[in-house]
């Protein structure tokens, strides 16, 4: 049997009944594109994660006062609970080789208010080096200076939430600086207002005020003596990252007179840990999305089992005439095996098509940004076809070891 001959006749076979050809299909169609848009979502939100935890900072190492149990999941305390890190601490980690800025914060939720409007929100005293610690951008005005900080100076810089929750929803369009907020009954001057970096929960610098530390210290923590809520660290380079987050840990424990580094009372969190933990969480997530939408790909895979054996049966006379002219039985075996690995590729080519435009209508909504990627695509078309072979492979044994006068007697 010559190739052409062979698809010749597997297109015959497969349109003879292309309902039952078409329902078969359609297991393969909807499980190749579960994979492919699960995976594509599941990616999409690795990349997310990555690219919020990234735009945080650059170099970024943060430490926070109290064990890493209780920064945690402890239930002694928390960010800003404990208290064990002082502005001393931010002068002496600006000496250590390969730190590029360091900034101190204290940060606490306050009512904010202006003539008619009022919000709650969080406030945070920083240094002049935190906007470019945190890679914050000035839409307007400009960001805290130092001097701001050791005049004790009552000014702030607002995200753009902030400026539409005060000052309406028109707010951007117009220049804030020069405007006076109330936080917790102090009037303080905007000096600036952030660009938007998106998002309008918990922790999303659009929803934050900025004022200086010294004045946050002042005013709102009792003096400047009294403790951050956190410290803020750029090292100059990814490379220096470990080194200097080990640095300020023998620095800090030395400080603070602590021998036992179990009993440390700060912890320390190093950026390159915090993507590679969440990459981590994320990947195995999408194996598991992954992993569910495979089962529907088995299911499809007995689906053409059972039309395969189901067409074995039917063409008994047609097995054996051929085998009575000079088929062979590897002749039976590739065409019946053709048959199933088509019907899986014709529904892999569908799913991929299907399973992209699932991806593309989830990140048009803005549901998630899901990325199909080209592994997936080529891991979607080898799975389709191994069906075809793992769940083709019996029915066409089946059909191969008929005895032709058995098979032409066949009723």
Known sequence: MTTRDLFEETYIALTSNYVRSGLTILGIVIGIASVIALTAIGQGAQNSIQSS?????????EVFPGTAREFGFGASGGRGTAKSLTVGDVSAIEKISDVAAVSGEYSARYQIAVAGANTNTTVIGVNASYATIRNVTVDQGAFITDN?????????VIGPTVATDLFGTDALSRNLVGQHIRINNLQFTIVGVTAAKGGSGFGSQDTMIFIPLGTALQYFAGGENQYLSTIDIQATSQAAMTQVQTDVTALLLARHKITDPTKADFSTMNQADIVSAASSVTSTFTILLAAVAGISLIVGGIGIMNMMLTNVTERMREIGLRKAIGATRGDINTQFLTE???????GGVLGVALGWSAAYLVTSFGIVSAEVTLPSILLAFGVSTAIGIVFGWYPARRAASLNPIDALRYE
């Open 53 to 61: 935890i990234e735009s945080i900072g650059s170099n970024l190492i």
């Open 148 to 156: 701001e900080s050791f005049s004790l100076a009552k000014v702030a």
């Open 340 to 346: 199933a690995i088509a019907l899986t590729l014709v």
